[in-house]
């Protein structure tokens, strides 16, 4: 299996401040369509996870510009420009390239 | 397009459960659907997947153990869990997927999730 690894598991932000987080996978997302299979999704308190960013760095409908994704092949990040208070949660990468998708371990956004 | 899982509840080590996602707003057969589950306190685990084509794969840990079909006339998937330890203790989600060429895909709908406790 592809292991995801995440970092930092928590991040506290400030609000009106930028935050990133990082997601490595042990193995090429890189298809050789060009594409980057590695997703994002946020977990709200008390909700489901809902997709943010898909195909690396491509914005899923209805989710605000000041999101962000970016990097290829094992290296990928997520920034948020100015983070607001309901951004928090816990944000996972996923890879989509090998049959058994597998997430990372998650980071945790809370507010200073 | 809503996802809506039932079926979890309390079961006893070596016992079974079936659970149930009935969606609407899409047909089941037209996407790939998946069950994710995610134990109390940790984080996102995918369990199955079940195909256009009616293909379905499961994660080691549950391979021969859980089932997953689907009913195109009833718009659902069903996930049927045989021999279920503590370990199985989550909640499972139910998606939507969106295949990539060559890969599974990502997951643009998730339903609200259904809680199974192994215990005895």
């Known amino acids: 299996d592809i292991v995801m690894t995440q970092s930092p598991v928590s991040l506290p932000v400030t609000p009106g401040e930028p935050a990133a987080i990082s997601c490595r996978s042990s193995r090429s997302l890189l298809h050789s369509n060009g594409k980057n299979y590695l997703d994002w999704y946020v977990q709200k308190p008390g909700q489901s996870p809902q997709l943010l960013i898909y195909?690396?760095?491509n914005r899923a409908s209805g989710v605000p510009d000041r999101f962000s994704g970016s990097g290829s092949g094992t290296d990928f990040t997520l920034e948020i420009s100015r983070v607001e208070a309901e951004d928090v949660g816990v944000y996972y990468c996923?890879?989509?390239?090998?049959?058994?998708?597998?997430f990372g371990g998650g980071t945790k956004v809370e507010i200073k | 397009v809503q996802l809506v899982e039932s079926g979890g509840g309390l079961i006893q080590p070596g016992g079974s459960l079936r659970l149930s996602c009935a969606a609407s707003g899409f047909s089941v057969s037209s996407n790939f659907m998946s069950w994710v589950r995610q134990a109390p306190g940790k984080g996102l685990e995918w369990v199955s997947v079940i195909y256009s084509g009616g293909v379905s794969y499961y994660t080691e840990s549950v391979r021969g153990r859980f089932t997953l079909s689907r009913d195109n006339s009833k718009n659902s998937i069903y996930l049927q869990m045989n021999s279920l330890r503590v370990e199985d203790t989550a909640v499972y989600y139910c998606?939507?997927?969106?295949?990539?060429?060559?890969?599974?895909?990502?997951?643009?709908?998730w339903g609200q999730g259904t809680l199974v406790t192994v215990s005895s």
């Open positions: 996923m890879q989509g390239l090998q049959l058994a998708v597998t």
């Open positions: 195909l690396g760095s």
């Open positions: 998606a939507r997927g969106q295949k990539y060429v060559g890969g599974p895909g990502h997951f643009d709908s």
